[in-house]
């Protein structure tokens, strides 16, 4: 029973770390979106899409390296080795990157914010230390400090929502916004720079083993930059086409629909552990079930929360936002929570994928699917508006999981039951008749109906009988063999 505990502490965690990071950007929003103008606004989104792509690209994928090769390292020197030689080339390629970035930084100012130089060349700056930030990061996953992991994690969330709260009340608009991200990430690269050497000490490498690092690394770029283009590349379009404004405008539905994937966000980061042991001991019943169970619960979980969010979009962003940005942007929702939805399955599908160490079916999948959605936004966008982009991540999403899909079936197939899904669909749809008879309007009208409709749907589905006892035990059993 310990051992269930330990176990349901690291999954409260892991969970309640990722919900502090998918809670930041709604908790930033109205600060952002009611002191700013939207054309500000839409500067500040483009920051962050554009930090986080950049680092995916420039480092060759040598952070991830890590998490792959230091866990095996059984001495101190090997780490050290190995931390070093990572370390030395993510050092050399960062720099080169901000370089570059600051010497077209006016180019960069005229394509994305407006000719706002002062931001671009700060963006520089931030880039450098982003990519180092991550390096240390993923030194800390790799070694399975998962409290520190989540401390780091936390504690930047909150120190951006504070810094970047506190430039903004004293009225300095986006560039002080822009320059307490630089500080929140000064003090985090001082604090994690220290922790890091005093894990490790110093050595000067001898890069034995960088081309197999390189070997293993380089090749996750293009599913990275590939899986941001789904993900992100549509503000960047937006804001070419038809300006930073309406990049303001689409950015705050797109918040509230990717919430989604907070469900989904802890299983991401728990089952690639999990399933592994499992499926190196052959116990590919456990596997299977852990599947197919993660599956159901997810969507017993996700599908209402897209029903919620896509009714009450337009009430929301007209709280979090402004009126404008409601009445032009809460259209946007619905198609994100969805594909949200269908990104929460294909991670559970693809985990199958990565157990038989097939990757580069991920990546190739991810390619298609890029090159579908940056097609299709240039195709869409200057016809239908934002609206436009929303469709084609959508579309996207839906072409990612039905390939992921086919593949995953022919590798190892396990039980997708629809029942569950069917039930939890037409419990959220009575649900949702509240929602629509009341329209309710206002923070607290809002949290009541969101607590009188959670309780009318799972009462709904306890009486449709989806939550299985045998299912519950299941769990519980395995768990208190996970430690």
Not at 85 to 94: D, E, H, P, Q, R
Not at 312 to 321: A, D, G, Q
Not at 459 to 466: E, Q, S
Request: glycine share 6%; with cysteine.
């Amino acid at each position: 029973m310990a051992q269930f505990h330990l176990f349901t502490l690291r999954v409260g965690l892991v969970f309640f770390t990722q919900l502090i990071l998918g809670l930041q950007s709604l908790i930033l929003l109205p600060i952002l979106t009611k002191n700013l103008s939207i054309e500000n606004y839409g500067i500040w989104a483009q920051i962050m899409v554009t930090i986080g792509i950049i680092p995916n690209i420039v480092l060759f994928g040598l952070p991830y390296t890590m998490v792959r090769y230091i866990p095996a390292l059984e001495n101190k020197e090997e780490l050290q080795e190995t931390f070093y030689s990572i370390f030395s080339i993510v050092l050399l390629s960062a720099t080169i990157c901000s370089l570059a970035l600051y010497l077209f930084s006016e180019e960069i100012a005229d394509i994305l914010f407006e000719e706002n130089i002062i931001i671009a060349n700060i963006l520089a700056i931030i880039v450098w230390f982003e990519c180092l930030i991550i390096f240390f990061i993923n030194y800390f996953r790799a070694k399975q400090y998962i409290k520190m992991y989540s401390s780091i994690m936390l504690s930047k969330s909150i120190l951006m929502i504070l810094t970047v709260g506190y430039f903004i009340f004293n009225g300095y608009g986006i560039q002080g916004a822009v320059s307490g991200l630089l500080l929140i990430d000064i003090i985090l690269f001082a604090i994690l720079a220290l922790l890091a050497y005093r894990d490790v000490g110093f050595k000067v490498p001898h890069f034995k083993n960088l081309k197999d690092y390189l070997d293993f690394g380089i090749p996750t770029v293009p599913g990275n930059l590939s899986s941001w283009v789904v993900n992100s590349s549509d503000r960047y379009v937006i804001g070419i086409l038809l300006g930073a404004s309406y990049v303001g405008y689409y950015s705050p539905g797109y918040s509230l629909g990717v919430m989604v994937r907070m469900f989904v966000s802890p299983l991401a980061f728990l089952l690639p552990t999990i399933l592994s042991e499992n499926y190196d001991k052959k116990q590919m019943n456990n596997v299977k079930l852990i599947l197919t169970y993660s599956f159901k619960y997810f969507m017993i979980i996700a599908i209402p929360s897209v029903f919620g969010l896509s009714l009450l979009s337009k009430p929301l962003l007209t709280i979090l936002s402004t009126p404008e940005i409601a009445d032009k942007g809460y259209l946007i929702t619905p198609f994100v929570a969805i594909s949200m939805l269908l990104f929460g399955a294909f991670t559970i599908l693809s985990q199958i994928i990565m157990l038989e160490k097939k990757t580069k079916i991920i990546g190739k999948i991810w390619m298609v699917a890029a090159t579908l959605n940056l097609g299709l936004n240039f195709l869409l966008i200057p016809h239908i508006g934002i609206i436009g982009a929303a469709l084609t991540t959508l579309i996207a999403f839906c072409f990612s999981v039905i390939i992921t899909t086919i593949y995953s079936n022919r590798l190892l197939p396990f039980d997708v039951s629809l029942q569950p899904v069917i039930k939890s669909l037409f419990s959220s749809s009575i649900m949702s008749i509240p929602i629509l008879i009341y329209e309710p309007t206002g923070l607290q009208n809002i949290f009541l109906i969101i607590l009188f409709c959670a309780i009318i749907y799972f009462l709904l589905m306890n009486i449709l009988n989806v939550f299985k006892e045998e299912e519950v035990s299941f769990i519980k059993s395995f768990s208190r063999e996970f430690r």
